[in-house]
Each structure stands twice: as structure tokens, then as C-alpha cells.
Nanobody, 117 residues
Framework: QVQLVESGGGLVQPGGSLRLSCAAS????????MGWYRQAPGKQREAVAT???????GYADSVKSRFTISRDNARNTVYLQMNSLKPEDTAVYYC???????????WGQGTQVTVSS
């Protein structure tokens, strides 16, 4: 089984930046589609960014041009660089990994991001 552990969350002022990291155990990482999701209080969990094993990326409209997802297969790690943060970005951010046919899917424990002055 793959374990995903997020880190890098915290409190930041509007306009600031954070970089989230997700470290994956096991040898399945290089063939998995990875993603970042977030859930704010009172709202449903939503997809923020995804990256395939081939490196293709996709972003939610709300974060496009501000967030960048990347992966380092040698380190079994996926990152989310978040710039120009807004208060509405405040949420718990979760790392996700899945097979191409969703034959498996794993979630991290989440890391809190708070954007406030």
C-alpha cells in the first residue's frame, strides 16, 4: 500500500507564497497520476491540480497562473507551488495518487493552509 504524507502548510498573508510537498512510499509513484485537492469549511472537496506520470498538468480555473504542480519521481515526491495566495485559498490541502483506471487510489492526511492578514 502507498502512503502519502503532506507537509508545508501554514499561515501566510494575502499575496504570499507556500510550497506544499507530498512524499509517497512504495514503488508505484512513477506510474501514478498525482493530484492536490482542497476542502474549506462548509465546502466540498475540490480538485486543485493534477499531474500524470508523463508530466501533463491540469489546474482548476481558480488557481491557474498562480499554482504550479510538479513531481520528482526520483524522490517519490509531488509539489504544489502556490503564489499570490488569496483568503479564499484557505483550506486543508490533500495529496492524491491513483492508477490510470482508478484501480487504486490513496489520500494523504492533509495539511492546513491559512491565508489571512
Amino acid at each position: 500500500q502507498v502512503q502519502l504524507v503532506e507537509s508545508g502548510g501554514g499561515l501566510v498573508q494575502p499575496g504570499g507564497s507556500l510550497r506544499l510537498s507530498c512524499a509517497a512510499s512504495g514503488r508505484i509513484f512513477s506510474t501514478s497520476t498525482m493530484g492536490w485537492y482542497r476542502q474549506a469549511p462548509g465546502k466540498q472537496r475540490e480538485a486543485v491540480a493534477t499531474i500524470t506520470s508523463a508530466g501533463s498538468t491540469g489546474y482548476a480555473d481558480s488557481v491557474k497562473s498562480r499554482f504550479t504542480i510538479s513531481r520528482d519521481n526520483a524522490r517519490n515526491t509531488v509539489y504544489l507551488q502556490m503564489n499570490s495566495l488569496k483568503p479564499e485559498d484557505t483550506a486543508v490541502y490533500y495529496c492524491n495518487g491513483r492508477g490510470i483506471y482508478r484501480e487504486y487510489e490513496y489520500w494523504g492526511q492533509g495539511t492546513q493552509v491559512t491565508v489571512s492578514s
